[in-house]
């Protein structure tokens, strides 16, 4: 499947750590940096992508546990195109969004 399809088709089912998230990130609220969603960056899609600070954030669920290489792997793939990539749980979207957020802050105001 094209990497274009796919995005879309998650874009329309984004989970609820996803959609919280999105929520602050959208309409340049963070910085004033315009963040996209379930952006195809190479043979990946990642969650979030700012093209201007160079920067993917990705929400990940339980089951990313047990795909730790995969991951690392996709991290490496990703930060090889010039991306720093975030990694942040859904239970830390969903239970400390002040955290995230700020965590977000920080490395986009270093990336400026």
């Known amino acids: 499947m094209r990497p274009t399809t796919t995005a879309r088709r998650l874009r ?3 989970t609820d750590a996803e959609d919280k998230l ?7 609220r963070l910085h004033g940096m315009k963040f996209r969603r379930q ?3 190479g043979q990946f899609v990642a969650d979030f992508a700012c093209v ?3 920067l993917v954030i990705e929400v990940d669920g ?12 996709r991290t490496a ?3 090889a195109t010039g991306y720093l990539l975030l990694r942040f ?3 830390d979207v969903l239970q400390n ?8 802050e920080r490395t986009l105001a270093a990336r400026e």
Not at 97 to 104: A, S
């Open 52 to 54: 201007e600070a160079r």
């Open 22 to 28: 999105w929520s602050y990130l959208r309409n340049r």
């Open 77 to 79: 793939a990703i930060e």
């Open 39 to 41: 952006m195809p960056i």
């Open 12 to 14: 329309s089912q984004m």
């Open 62 to 73: 339980g089951q990313h546990a047990e795909q730790v290489v995969q991951d690392e792997a």
């Open 89 to 91: 749980w859904n239970d």
């Open 97 to 104: 969004i002040e955290g995230v957020i700020g965590e977000i």
